[in-house]
Structure formats: structure tokens, C-alpha cells
């Protein structure tokens, strides 16, 4: 009796030659719809699936492998004799080889336009049902989901007349991760659709975007996995133009730099290290804008990434290339700029579609034994209710410098404290243990430019000791939450000071 394979898939890619090799090691073929037209269109012999189970397809194709005649096939034990008199009792044959892969649904759900019935009818029933059938018995059906892997059984197959068991156990493992996969998005789309905000299991998934050399540092093993269907506006789907490839840190550190430049719509320059920005800058054109970033902190910037949210021109590239840096994002780079940057092999360039919106994702962090899950910190000044409760109001030009800094702030490990002017960062104090000892870092790193500019903090002041500090640096308006007990003793000092002061009711920590 001829050995049977069942091919059934979607994805069609290389699957004429899979099959007429499959006849050529006297396999017989059973088919399904599409997937049988092509494999007869190609003029190889194929039975459908009607003929083995003796039943008709069904419920506009709904129905047509879930049949004993079909899952007998797949899940008996071939060295068990009670199931060998039960297959021949029932006249079931075995299937030593299934090949199927699912309903293209992530396509599906992809499309801008698509339905919820267009959706719901590309959840595909039984093709995972005979994947896992068939995964399941892997000790005697091969099964092959991934087109990649056609040559390898059809090579096995040529050389011994079977697939070797670790082959299998392979194929069946990539086989429960693909459905896995495939179930995943679909709870997710499901999930989104009925508008659960927790629900009782969280099952995600990713793809795997590359494997890396090592993670943050060389004695740790780490990789890349993009999520499927993610944002577009991001590093998981940015394109790399030149230089080496991305480390683990590079990448944390560029997403770091694009989740600041986001903020802006402005020409914008933000320069990032260690995932807090050393330096941003803002002007009429992206080439100011860099200045004023490399001018806020010039040693810092020395290894840096660098986002910026504008084509990068010759005189800017000209600029950049007067810094070792890491990275540099951009909207685009103009062929002058291009030239110039390649010139440095190891410097990575990447383009982003920044006039694509950010998808709205939630924010995982993974803990040991666990996942923690919010939603990512989009709170905005315009967001928020702004009162002003010193004697002094914030002037005009304070006013912009204060949104400037508070854009900044959320972005910035906490503790922490950004010292600005409108159109750029002068001081940043990050990641400290106490409040006062940021606000000393970004002064001091402000130096004589903190007098006439702006703080902004990401938490409330417990002590009046930072609004203290920031007068004698020269400050002269300072933006924060404000909620502490002790909110009226930060009030009197800036009014003793004559400092300006607003409250946003808003905390940005970020740890």
C-alpha cells in the first residue's frame, strides 16, 4: 500500500514541486480545494479529500477534513496493533506526511478595510485541528507547516525513505509554535473586539526580526522579535540604510530616541545614551535643531544614537559626521547626506515612516515569573489641567520652554529633573535616588545657562529644598505635578523667589 501525504495550504509557494517529488518517492497525494487544483494544474495525480472520507464538502467549505476517515489517519500509532485492527476495521489509511499551513488571518486582519465577517471567516478550523493531530503523533507523521522545510523532508525522504525522528520532533515543535502563533493574534483581535481591557490570560506573540550577538552585555545570549501586525512607526520596523548590525543596546537605545523625537512636530534633534537623552534641540530646521542638541551636552554625545524627525541634508550630515556616533534615525536621507555618512562603515543608518501614526500598543515589562502590563505614557500637557498656584505667572516665552521641558522630562529615567530654554535641554539630572540630587546634576550641567531658564521635574517636590536650588542656579519657572503634603511649602519658596510655577496634576515616572 502506497504511503499517503495530505497537502492542504494557503501559502502556495513551492508547493507543485513538493508534491510532484512527493509522487516521484510514491507517495499518494490528497488534496483540498485550491491547493488540489494547482497540484492538478501542475499534472500530478491527486485524490481530494471527498473521495477518502466519502462525504462532501460542506457549510461553504467549513466542513471538509474534520472526519474520522482524515484524523484516524493522522493520530493513530502505526506500532500499535489495536489501532493497526481498528484502521483496518473502518477501512482508515494512515498519512505519513501532512503538509498545511492556516488562512492567511494576520493578512486578513492587516487590511485597512477589512470586516469583522471577513475576519471572522479566515479563522481557519481545520487546519489546525489536523497541524496538531498530526504534531501530536509526530513520532510517525511528518509534518510540515513552512515552506522552508519541503527540501529537507524531501531529502530524508531520498535517502532513507523516511524522515529522520529528530527532523520530526523539530518540525512538530515549529508546528505548535505556529499555531500557538496563530491562535495568539486571533485572541488578540478577539480580545480587542469584545473591548477587554484585562482579561483572565494574556497570550502574545512575536516573530523573530534577528538573532543577536549577545545582549547588554557579551556574556548574555539575546535576540530580536518584532510583533507581528505592530507599529509601523518603530524600530521593530525600521529600515537600515548602512553600517553594521544593531546590538541589543543599540536597539533600546534607539527606541528610546524615537519615543522623544514622537513629541515633536517641529524640527526636532534628540541625542540619547544609556535610554536618557543627553541632549534635545528644536528649530526652524533640522540643522538647528542638531546644533542645539550636540550643543546641550557635546561630551555625552560622543557614542551616542541620535532620532531626528526630518530628512537629514548635506549640511547636517556634514555635522554628524563630525561625531562618533551609534545611530542616526530620520525620516529620509538626501543622497548628499548619504554620501557623506557612509563614508563611516560601522555608523548604522535607519529610516522610519514618521508620516505613519504610532499604533496604540501596551507596554510590557517583564519581571522574573511574571509580566507587567500598561499602557504606554502618551499624557500630554494639552492633556492636562494647569494651574498656576505662585504669585507669578509664567511669561510667554517661559510658558513654551515649560511644555519643552515637560515633553522631555517623561522620557527621562526618575528621578528626574530637565533643565531647558525653549528650544532646547541645558542640564539633565536622571535615574537619582532622591529629588534634590537630580535637580543638582542638571544645574550644575546647565551651569550659567540655568540663569533665565525653565526646570521641569517628573514627580512632585517632598521639600522645598529643589525650588531652593533652582533659584540660586537662576531659574525662573519651574513645572511639576504638584499633590505633595508639602506643596505649599514648594509655593512660598517660589514665591520668595519670584519663581513662576505651574502644576499639571500629571506624573511622568519612568523607571
Same mark, same amino acid.
Given at each position: 500500500m502506497k504511503k499517503r501525504a495530505l497537502i492542504s495550504v494557503s501559502d502556495k509557494a513551492g508547493i507543485t514541486d513538493f508534491a510532484k517529488q512527493l509522487h516521484e518517492l510514491d507517495f499518494e497525494i490528497? !488534496?483540498?480545494? *485550491?491547493?488540489?487544483?494547482?497540484?492538478?494544474?501542475?499534472?500530478?495525480?491527486?485524490? #481530494?479529500v471527498s473521495e477518502v472520507t466519502g462525504f462532501p464538502e460542506i457549510l461553504e467549505g467549513r466542513v471538509k477534513t474534520l472526519n474520522p476517515m482524515i484524523h484516524g489517519g493522522l493520530l493513530a500509532k502505526f506500532s500499535e496493533a489495536s489501532h493497526q485492527e481498528q484502521l483496518s476495521?473502518?477501512? $482508515?489509511?494512515?498519512? @505519513?506526511v501532512v503538509c498545511v499551513n492556516l488562512y492567511p488571518f494576520q493578512q486578513t486582519i492587516a487590511k485597512p478595510d477589512v470586516t469583522v465577517e471577513t475576519a471572522i471567516e479566515n479563522i481557519d478550523i481545520g487546519g489546525p485541528t489536523m497541524l496538531r493531530a !498530526?504534531?501530536?503523533?509526530?513520532?510517525? +507523521?511528518?509534518?510540515?507547516?513552512?515552506?522552508?522545510?519541503?527540501?529537507? +523532508?524531501?531529502?530524508?525522504?531520498?535517502?532513507?525513505?523516511?524522515? /529522520?525522528k529528530e527532523t520530526r520532533r523539530k518540525l512538530a515543535a515549529k508546528v505548535f509554535r505556529h499555531t500557538a502563533a496563530y491562535d495568539a493574534m486571533i485572541a488578540e483581535y478577539m480580545t480587542e473586539l469584545a473591548q477587554e481591557e484585562t482579561p483572565e490570560n494574556l497570550t502574545v506573540t512575536y516573530e523573530l526580526k534577528?538573532?543577536?550577538?549577545?545582549?547588554? &552585555?557579551?556574556? /548574555?545570549?539575546?535576540?530580536?522579535?518584532?510583533?507581528?501586525? *505592530? #507599529? +509601523?512607526? #518603530? $524600530?521593530? &520596523?525600521?529600515? /537600515?540604510? @548602512?553600517?553594521?548590525?544593531? #546590538?541589543?543596546?543599540?536597539?533600546?537605545d534607539a527606541d528610546a530616541a524615537l519615543q522623544i523625537v514622537k513629541e515633536?512636530?517641529?524640527?526636532?534633534? +534628540?541625542a540619547v545614551k544609556h535610554m536618557n537623552p543627553c541632549g534635545v534641540g528644536t528649530g526652524n530646521d533640522i540643522f538647528s535643531a542638531f546644533s542645539k542638541a550636540f550643543a546641550a551636552d557635546p561630551v555625552s554625545i560622543f557614542g551616542g544614537i541620535i532620532a531626528l524627525n526630518r530628512e537629514v541634508d548635506k549640511a547636517t550630515a556634514e555635522k554628524l559626521h563630525e561625531v562618533f556616533l551609534e545611530i542616526i534615525i530620520a525620516p529620509s536621507f538626501s543622497d548628499e547626506a548619504i554620501e557623506i555618512l557612509t563614508s563611516k562603515k560601522n555608523l548604522r543608518l535607519l529610516t522610519i515612516p514618521f508620516d505613519k501614526k504610532a499604533k496604540k500598543e501596551v507596554k510590557l515589562t517583564s519581571i522574573e515569573g511574571g509580566l507587567l502590563v500598561q499602557e504606554q505614557d502618551r499624557f500630554g500637557l494639552k492633556d492636562a489641567t494647569v494651574t498656576v498656584p505662585t504669585k507669578r505667572k509664567p511669561t510667554d516665552e517661559e510658558m513654551k520652554a515649560l511644555e519643552l521641558g515637560w515633553k522631555i522630562v517623561k522620557h527621562v529615567k526618575s528621578n528626574a529633573i530637565v533643565v531647558n530654554n525653549r528650544d532646547m535641554t541645558l542640564g539633565i539630572g536622571a535615574g537619582q535616588m532622591n529629588r534634590v540630587g537630580a535637580a543638582k546634576i542638571a544645574l550644575e550641567q546647565a551651569g550659567a545657562k540655568a540663569v533665565g531658564a525653565v526646570l521641569a521635574s517628573d514627580a512632585f517636590f517632598p521639600m522645598d529644598d529643589t525650588v531652593e536650588a533652582a533659584a540660586k542656579a537662576g531659574i525662573k519657572a519651574i513645572i511639576q505635578p504638584g499633590g505633595s503634603v508639602r506643596d505649599e511649602d514648594s509655593i512660598k519658596k517660589a514665591d520668595e523667589f519670584g519663581i513662576a510655577m505651574i502644576f499639571t496634576g500629571?506624573?511622568?515616572?519612568?523607571?
Open positions: 490528497i !488534496s483540498t480545494g *485550491g491547493t488540489k487544483k494547482a497540484i492538478e494544474d501542475a499534472g500530478i495525480p491527486v485524490m #481530494s476495521e473502518h477501512q $482508515i489509511q494512515p498519512i @505519513h !498530526s504534531a501530536k503523533n509526530h513520532e510517525y +507523521v511528518t509534518v510540515v507547516v513552512d515552506p522552508v522545510d519541503y527540501t529537507t +523532508v524531501i531529502e530524508e525522504l531520498k535517502a532513507s525513505g523516511e524522515v /529522520q534577528q538573532s543577536l550577538r549577545y545582549g547588554e &552585555n557579551p556574556h /548574555q545570549k539575546a535576540a530580536f522579535y518584532r510583533k507581528p501586525l *505592530g #507599529s +509601523v512607526f #518603530s $524600530i521593530a &520596523n525600521a529600515t /537600515q540604510l @548602512h553600517g553594521k548590525e544593531l #546590538s541589543y543596546n543599540n536597539i533600546n515633536f512636530t517641529e524640527p526636532a534633534a +534628540v500629571v506624573r511622568h515616572f519612568k523607571h
